[in-house]
């Protein structure tokens, strides 16, 4: 098997200076690939791409504001310019308001989250897919969110922009299947990004026990998700919406269940602290912030 299994391609993340974003970016580095890094914070992604070229990779930071067109029209202009084609891309960025009941919020928040999410991906997709058809073709791989599946409370505009993400998804995979570019998103559920970090133990508890896996992801299978899907392995895969998400959006797994005619008795006091509030608590105990589950 080879090593480097994207030696001579060139991938694109938009939304890579943290978290999911940067991971992916060093993933597809580590895999041979030289990487184009687009987000606003230009300080951040110089630290990415210095990472990346410390451990022997190629990139280049670009600062890139995913809901202008001519910023993202030169995020791949200058991956063209650096090295020649486009084969692979992750477009990651998200933004939005904090958590609120749906009449509490700010119409420009809420339209902040519909343009970094839905026009930044359209955005994005509008050229990497021209620069991927003149190479023969690609992969783009879309971030979304299981609460673009299922529904959050308190989270109107980041569902309604991951939910748009899918449909965009869908729509892209369908135009441009007998042309050699595959169009796919992952949805993860709670991941350990700096947000959750940021939040706490607690918060980790609550994320952990909303999955019936009982833990939250980490950045890393994310990335290894994501580089999956660009890669050859998956080369009849197109279209498809992957969660990352512990199974928490297969249904529901209650910590108890209770037999037809049966009362049902607490959990036994004598257990560990730990273990019975892992059998006791609900499925869906926690808010989480407009970023905890797939932040870049």
Known sequence: ?????????????????????????????????????????????????????????????????????????????????????????????TDGPLPAPLADIDPDEFDRGIATNIRGTFL??????????RGGGGAIVNMASIAGLNGTA???????????????????????????????VVAPGPILTYHLEQAGPEAQR?????????????????????????????SFITGVVLPIDGCQSAGNKPPQMYRQGQPMSAPADHRPAKDASAESAPAETR???RRSTDEQ
Request: charged share 20%; glycine share 10%; with cysteine.
């Open 206 to 234: 609550q994320a952990a026990l909303s999955t019936p896996a009982r833990r939250t992801g980490s950045v890393a299978e994310v990335a290894r998700a994501v580089l999956w899907l660009c890669s050859e392995q998956s």
């Open 124 to 133: 994005g997709m509008k050229f990497q897919i021209p620069a991927m058809l």
């Open 154 to 184: 308190n989270l109107a505009a980041y569902v309604a922009g991951k939910a748009g993400i899918i449909g965009l998804t869908k729509v892209a995979a369908l135009d441009y299947a007998d042309r050699h570019v595959r169009v796919n």
């Open 287 to 289: 808010q989480p912030s």
């Open 1 to 93: 098997m080879d090593d480097l299994p994207m030696r001579g391609q060139v991938a694109l993340v938009a939304g890579a200076s943290k978290g999911i974003g940067a991971a992916t970016a060093e993933a597809f580095a580590a895999a041979g690939a030289a990487v184009v890094l687009g987000a606003r914070d230009t300080d951040a992604l110089r630290a990415v791409a210095g990472r990346i070229e410390d451990s022997g990779g190629r990139a280049i930071a670009v600062r890139t504001d995913v809901a202008d067109v001519e910023s993202m029209r030169n995020l791949v202009e200058q991956a063209l310019a650096a090295y020649g084609r486009l084969d692979a891309a992750f477009n990651n960025a």
